[in-house]
């Protein structure tokens, strides 16, 4: 069973809040990511991790940043919250070296913004 | 750029047999996965494919041509418990090996 965790579960906030979203794994996985998936749409890669102090931005354009600075943490910020940012984000992490190098993702956290 | 086709929606009776069908048109492959995910939940990993074939696992298969960019995901003996959407996921090793998502089938188990 895979070991990756975001906090919080859901999450409503006001216009113009600073928000942290967590992700944290346990399997030492060094390759991390964050993707966000609209109600009955496709999952978009929006930053992903090689390793300890390693960002990247994927496919979609966010205005959200990202911080690497130990393996197994990988919180997701807006500085300034607005309703086009509700969304359902998912953290994913993957071990590059072995097997299928398939992702496992964590439970989401559901943010509405008002 | 990438594209990721499956259908939208299914629906298939308790005990069948459904097929759902994937295809792509990417820069690079490196391999196809197939994701169960369950309303308001995380998707869970099922299958891979990277060369020519069938890979059988247990009630679930998955079958890939490179050649024809088509990928198949087999659910034997259907259970209500296999409602959910299935997502089908290209491997591009020119997107730093990232992962590009169809928007998913949403399959229905009817009793």
């Known amino acids: 069973e895979a070991d990756i965790y975001q906090t919080p579960r859901y999450l409503v906030i006001g216009t113009g809040k600073k928000i942290t979203l967590e992700c944290s794994q346990t399997?030492?996985?060094?390759?991390m990511y964050w993707y966000q998936q609209d109600p009955g749409m496709e999952l978009h890669l929006i930053h992903y991790?090689?390793?300890?102090?390693?960002?990247e931005k994927g496919d979609l354009s966010s205005e959200s940043t990202v911080s690497r600075i130990r393996t197994e943490h990988f919180p997701l910020t807006l500085e300034s919250a607005r309703p086009s940012h509700t969304s359902q984000y998912l953290c994913?992490?993957?071990?590059?070296?072995?097997?299928?190098?398939?992702?496992?993702f964590g439970p989401g956290t559901r943010l509405t913004v008002l | 750029g990438q594209n990721i086709d499956q259908p939208t929606e299914m629906t298939a009776t308790e005990g069948a047999i459904v097929q759902i069908n994937c295809t792509y048109q990417?820069?690079?492959?490196?391999?196809l996965f197939w994701y169960q995910q369950h309303a308001g939940e995380a998707p869970t990993f099922l299958s891979y494919?990277?060369?020519?074939g069938l890979e059988e696992k247990g009630r679930f298969s998955s079958f890939l041509s490179r050649s024809k960019g088509y990928s198949y995901l087999l659910l034997k003996e259907l259970q209500m418990k296999d409602s959910a959407s299935y997502l089908c996921?290209?491997?591009?090793?020119?997107?730093?090996?990232?992962?590009?998502f169809g928007t998913g089938t949403r399959l229905t188990v009817i009793p």
């Open positions: 994913a992490s993957t071990d590059t070296g072995t097997g299928y190098n398939e992702q496992f």
């Open positions: 399997m030492g996985h060094d390759k």
């Open positions: 991790s090689y390793g300890v102090n390693s960002t």
């Open positions: 990417t820069s690079g492959f490196n391999g």
């Open positions: 494919n990277v060369l020519d």
């Open positions: 996921a290209v491997r591009d090793p020119t997107g730093a090996n990232n992962l590009f």
